[in-house]
């Protein structure tokens, strides 16, 4: 059972440039989460998903995209990729939003130069 | 002010000993609290959900207090494994979003 699998785990973008994350779950989870990480601070919510079809904005969106065309796969979608976007990222993935837990990917590693 | 605020340590152990830290929230409307474990470059796992009377799993304990708005995680008997960043969660209301806390690091030493 993989859970969460997210690729790449390291990525060195260029100013301008564009890149996708793919984050899929085994779990035949309907939620899915795209979160980024930044040093001292608390995981911020980029988007998410309640099910195949449906994404709605998180609290950090700008720059991003994402697309949930099956409930296994959601991908994260960088077009013009800024320093400000050097973070990790780690996608997860829930049975539901009340006190299930969140199961995470091991992270994407992004730095942006 | 911070909406899930946690004293980002490091908290220095040593093994064997009790510690606990506390999770401050601001949102008197939430209504799910987690804690989660993250170790050294690795992504965040649920330690534990934290319900209204108390829980306990093993050798750690999770406490609510709603009037004061904090919870809790207290460790007993600490182990050199249990050195990582323990994350504060709370879910307001019926809102998709988990606020996270940005982490209090233990580190436990022989």
């Known amino acids: 059972n993989a859970g969460v699998t997210q690729t790449p785990k390291f990525r060195i973008l260029k100013i301008g440039q564009s890149m996708t994350l793919q984050c899929a779950q085994d779990m035949n989870h309907n939620y899915m989460y795209w979160y980024r990480q930044d040093p001292g601070m608390g995981l911020k919510l980029i988007y998410y998903s309640v099910g195949a079809g449906i994404t709605d904005k998180g609290e950090v969106p700008n720059g991003y995209n994402v697309s949930r065309s099956t409930t296994e796969d959601f991908p994260l979608r960088l077009e013009l990729a800024a320093p400000s976007q050097t973070s990790v990222y780690f996608c997860?993935?829930?049975?539901?939003?009340?006190?299930?837990?969140?199961?995470f990917g091991s992270g994407t590693r992004l730095t942006v130069v | 002010r911070k909406e899930v605020e946690q004293d980002p340590g490091p908290f220095n152990v040593p093994e064997g000993a009790t510690v606990a830290f506390n999770c401050t929230y601001s949102?008197?409307?939430?209504?799910?609290f987690f804690w989660y474990r993250q170790d050294c470059r690795k992504e965040p796992k649920l330690l534990m959900s934290v319900y209204s009377s108390g829980n306990e799993d093993g050798r750690f304990t999770a406490q609510l207090n709603r009037a004061s708005q904090y919870i809790s995680l207290l460790i007993r008997d600490s182990k050199l494994s249990d050195s990582a960043t323990y994350l504060c969660?709370?879910?307001?209301?019926?809102?998709?979003?988990?606020?996270w806390g940005a982490g209090t690091k233990l580190i436990i030493k022989p």
């Open positions: 969660v709370v879910r307001e209301g019926s809102n998709y979003q988990l606020i």
């Open positions: 949102n008197s409307a939430s209504q799910s």
């Open positions: 997860a993935s829930s049975y539901s939003t009340s006190n299930y837990g969140y199961t």
